[in-house]
């Protein structure tokens, strides 16, 4: 209990409490959310393996069952949606039979697919993992991360110039498939900027020089070395991390994600490590997609820079003690707060 006992010191210090984080969880159901960015579909196949291929040193999986899970984009979307948002997505599907399984996986959480674009000659990006006793045996991937043509950034432009007025908010999710690239960013930054809309990015480290001047970016650690070209040795190192990329894109906050050290959040008014707010981790995967999905929903409902990362950390508190990618629900971020020594 003693890193759950310093993170409620530190966040007393903060002068943050209960009350107000809770108020502003409240006020989610009221906002409508934009995601705009890669969709993917997760194929998890589950068996066993008994034997080696008598046709090469493989191992044969006795396959006994298969699932589907909304992966990229739409998986900030579910995590969006269970908190309460309305949602809309905004992405590129293949015309193929995975473009229609993800559909209807997002149509059923009650998620807007008006902004998605189908095209003939491009597949739904699908990501199959053969799981077997437990252990991931091999993934395949199947996706283009060619850029949009300028017929299809153009289309989804103007989709989004003519519903923009609707949300409160837009999250920009650049997983590196190809939807997210500078002429779309660009125009969808400019936009955002003129309607004085919110707009976050969940980015990839290979594009960084896309996101200048958004509202907020939220890259892991890794992602933000690279930003920076440098390697982090010491929490002095990470400050002067920050400084580096606060000076070059300009946003108006950048957080920081740092697993197991919870995060760190830099903006005009100072910076913040905020320590992680759970005793155990399981699984981080989808953890980012959570964070970003909270940060903005809290941010549109008034919350500063900081109540919208502490808010976000004790989200990431819950998931990362889940195994796989999890979406959040609002009572189980009632509860963790609950269960926080906060006043």
């Not at 960015?37 to 066993?48: E, N, P, T, V, W």
């Not at 590196?176 to 480290?205: M, R």
Request: proline letters at 3%; charged letters at 25%; a positive charge.
């Amino acid at each position: 209990m003693r890193i759950i006992h310093l993170y409620d010191k530190i966040l007393a210090c903060m002068k943050v409490d209960k009350k107000r984080l809770k108020s502003i969880i409240s006020r989610f159901k009221n906002k409508r959310i934009l995601v705009v960015g890669d969709l993917i579909l997760d194929h998890y196949i589950f068996g066993k393996v008994d034997k080696i291929s008598p046709e090469g040193p493989v191992p044969v999986v006795w396959a006994r069952e298969e699932n589907f899970v909304c992966g990229g984009a739409a998986n900030v979307g579910l995590n969006l949606c269970a908190l309460g948002a309305g949602v809309s997505l905004c992405g590129v599907l293949g015309r193929d039979h995975f473009g229609s399984v993800v559909f209807s996986l997002i149509k059923k959480k009650g998620i807007d697919t008006g902004l998605i674009v189908r095209e003939k000659n491009r597949p739904t990006t699908l990501k199959t993992r053969i799981i077997a006793h437990n252990q991931q045996v091999v993934r395949v991937d199947w996706e283009s991360i060619e850029f949009l043509s300028l017929e299809t950034n153009k289309l989804i432009l103007n989709k989004v110039r003519k519903h923009i007025d609707n949300f409160d908010a837009i999250i920009i999710e650049d997983y590196g498939k190809g939807v997210i690239n500078p002429a779309l960013v660009g125009e969808l930054v400019n936009l955002c900027k003129q309607k004085k809309k919110i707009v976050t990015v969940d980015p990839k480290e290979e594009h960084f020089d896309y996101y200048e001047n958004v509202t907020v970016l939220t890259p892991n650690l890794k992602e933000a070395q690279v930003a920076a070209n440098m390697k982090v040795k010491s929490k002095e190192e990470l400050f002067l991390l920050g400084k580096i990329i606060m000076g070059k894109l300009k946003p108006q906050a950048l957080l920081v994600t740092l697993g197991e050290e919870g995060m760190m959040l830099f903006y005009d008014g100072g910076r913040h490590h905020i320590p992680t707010a759970t005793l155990e981790v399981f699984d981080v995967t989808g953890a980012g997609d959570t964070v970003i999905a909270t940060y903005t929903n809290a941010l549109s409902c008034g919350a500063s820079y900081l109540e919208a990362a502490i808010i976000s950390n004790f989200a990431a508190g819950v998931v990362v003690g889940k195994l796989g990618a999890a979406a959040i629900t609002k009572k189980e971020l009632f509860k963790k707060i609950d269960e926080s020594k906060l006043g």
